[in-house]
Every structure is written in C-alpha cells, then in structure tokens.
C-alpha cells in the first residue's frame, strides 16, 4: 500500500511538473531537452556542423536539442538501451552500452570520424540499496569517459550526469586526466532535492 501511495504522488508530481507541461507544449521528449538547453545556452557545447554522440538517448530529449543545433550540416548518433521513436536528423542505434559488440558497431558507425562532443544522460535502474546503485552508476561513467577519451577530437567536450556521494570525486579527478577543465553544472529542470549533477570536461587533452 505504501509503494503505492508513493508511486501515485510521483504520478500527480511528474504531471504537473511545470518542466514536464513545458515540454509537450513544445515538442520536447522529455524535460531533460531544457537541461541541455540551459546548459548549451551557459557553455555554448552545440554548433552548427558537430558530430555529436548521445549515449543514453532514450526517449530523445537531449537528442532533439542536439540535432536542432547541429543542423543538417551536423551528425547526431544516438544509443540507447530501450527503442526510441525516431529523430529527424538522428541516427539511432539500439543496444546496451555495456556490451563490447554494441561499442564496435557504434564505432563502425563512426567509420574513424572524430566526435566533438559527446552526451551522456544515462542513469541505471534504481534498486534502492545504494552501494549497488552506486557501482552500477560508477561503470556508466566509467565506460561513457572511456568512449570520449578514445573518440573525441583534441579539444572536445563531454558532459556527462552523475550523483553526488560515493565515487564522484573518483569520477571528477578521473576526467580531470582526461580534460583541461571539469566544471559542474545543476540545471534548473534538475529537481533540487536530487543529487544529480552533470560534470561537463572541456579540451580533451591532446
């Protein structure tokens, strides 16, 4: 009764989520699209002409903006476990990230073009028990970092959404390696009492 009566109240929050009634007013997937929005408007990480990878596209919010601003002259990739209606202007590969197959023919979709900016909203299925949900975050990032460190251009951006607590220091000072600048972002369509953060590397170092 309890799961219940708190899946309700997220039901009645969600819908009447003033970022979630924005989105289908305009179009958006998600309200996720006026994170990155926000976050594109304060850093300036879309141009016209990028090659752009959204790891963890589904539904498509993010994926949306990015092709929005890349133009037809730009190359919008998306990955994502679950199906996702499609794009115009985005390409979708379905496939679980985790898996060594599903990177190589991510790469093979590449075909050896170097990436500009590479986008990561991925997030595990909570169990509830935090030092499991926190390993399975951990190897996200760990594996979304590893992609960017091999297929970005010198110079490149990758943002990628984390969650303050265990690891996140680990995962800031593992892209400091990697970046010439980690800054944090908390958009405001982020709800405030979550602990989600997007840790934005800039530069990839040469």
Do not use: C
């Amino acid at each position: 009764m309890k799961k219940n009566k708190t899946s309700k109240a997220w039901m009645h929050e969600h819908v009447t989520d003033h970022w979630v009634q924005r989105a289908k007013a305009e179009g958006y997937r998600s309200r996720a699209a006026f994170k990155l929005k926000e976050m594109d408007a304060k850093d300036h990480l879309l141009k016209a002409g990028m090659v752009v990878v959204d790891l963890g596209a589904a539904p498509g919010g993010w994926s949306q903006v990015a092709a929005q601003r890349v133009g037809r002259a730009g190359r919008v990739i998306a990955l994502d476990l679950l199906e996702m209606a499609p794009i115009p202007g985005v390409e979708f590969m379905r496939g679980d990230f985790r898996e060594d197959e599903v990177l190589r023919a991510l790469e093979q979709r590449l075909g050896g073009t170097p990436v500009d900016l590479v986008i990561s909203d991925m997030a595990p299925n909570m169990s509830g028990v935090p030092t499991i949900d926190q390993a399975r975050s951990s190897l996200l990032y760990e594996l979304a970092l590893e992609f960017a460190r091999w297929h970005l251009r010198p110079g490149g951006d990758f943002l990628v959404k984390a969650f303050h607590g265990a690891g996140f220091e680990e995962l800031r000072a593992a892209m400091r390696a990697v970046f010439a600048q980690v800054q944090v972002r908390k958009p405001k369509a982020s709800r405030d009492r979550s602990s989600e953060v997007y840790l934005l590397g800039r530069g990839k170092k040469g």
